[in-house]
């Protein structure tokens, strides 16, 4: 089984790595993509707990200490790539770990500002015929489904993705069910994270779904998400 947890883990981590570190551990995914890593204090003892947990894979962009990033850890072998080229205003969304059977792409993706990264995706996409993961915080999703309102920006990618052949993990195994992954201050929910794969990659799906206690434990504002292929 190849298991993939994603998560935004909250400007950095802070005093909270220590407690993300153990969470992720106990549950011991294949794979880990973590939006909002900093390259700071925090971030070398994230890494630090990670290598002792066997992630002896790991891939994040050289940002400065204040930015936040994406890093990814593995305890599969696997090459990993750097897309810092994506989009010159947010070069550092985007990395990806290759494995023999699929690629990995981790992504952050800015939040209501302009960019290019889903076009640079969808590219990626087209230009490789290795089926693909992308997992991580979109920033996005579909209005009046993903939340109650209509604020989201690129929703129209997220359907393209869809005709690309690169389908919704979650909304392949649990159709329109209500799930969101973030709440704001008044309560409103929000599916911001997301796991898309390619449709070869379907048939191994098996299960997608959000950890929701480690959010309500604090551990960072937004829930986990989990894929599971057999």
């Known amino acids: ?21 153990r969470a992720l551990s106990a549950e011991a995914p294949s794979c ?15 890494r630090g707990f990670l290598l002792k947990a066997g992630y002896k894979i790991q891939m994040a962009h050289a940002a400065p200490g204040s930015i936040n990033s994406v890093l ?20 550092y969304a985007i990395v ?3 494995y023999p059977a699929f690629r990995v792409f981790g992504v952050y993706l800015p939040h209501k500002k302009k960019h290019k990264l889903f076009p640079y995706l969808l590219d990626q996409i087209k230009e490789d015929e290795t089926p693909a993961i992308i997992a991580g915080d979109f920033n996005s999703g579909f209005n009046f489904i993903d939340q109650k309102g209509d604020s989201f920006w690129y929703s129209e990618y997220l359907a393209k993705l869809n005709k690309d052949g ?3 993990a979650f909304r392949h195994l649990h159709g329109d069910k209500k799930e969101f992954s973030w709440f704001s201050h008044h ?6 994270d997301h796991t898309y794969l390619s449709e070869d990659l379907l048939p191994l799906c098996k ?6 206690e480690w959010r309500e434990a604090k551990l960072a504002d937004h829930s986990p998400m989990v894929l599971e292929l057999a």
């Open 96 to 98: 990806e770990a290759v």
């Open 72 to 91: 990814i850890a593995s305890k599969l072998p696997a090459d990993t790539k750097l897309h810092h080229l994506a989009d010159a205003n947010f070069p």
């Open 166 to 168: 690169v389908a919704d």
């Open 1 to 21: 089984m190849f298991k993939l947890i994603s998560w935004n883990i909250q400007a950095g981590g802070g005093t909270r790595i220590a407690g993300i570190a």
């Open 32 to 46: 880990i993509i973590l939006s909002e890593f900093r390259n700071n204090d925090s971030g070398a003892k994230l």
């Open 207 to 212: 299960k997608c779904y959000y950890l929701h």
């Open 187 to 192: 309560g409103n929910g929000f599916r911001y």
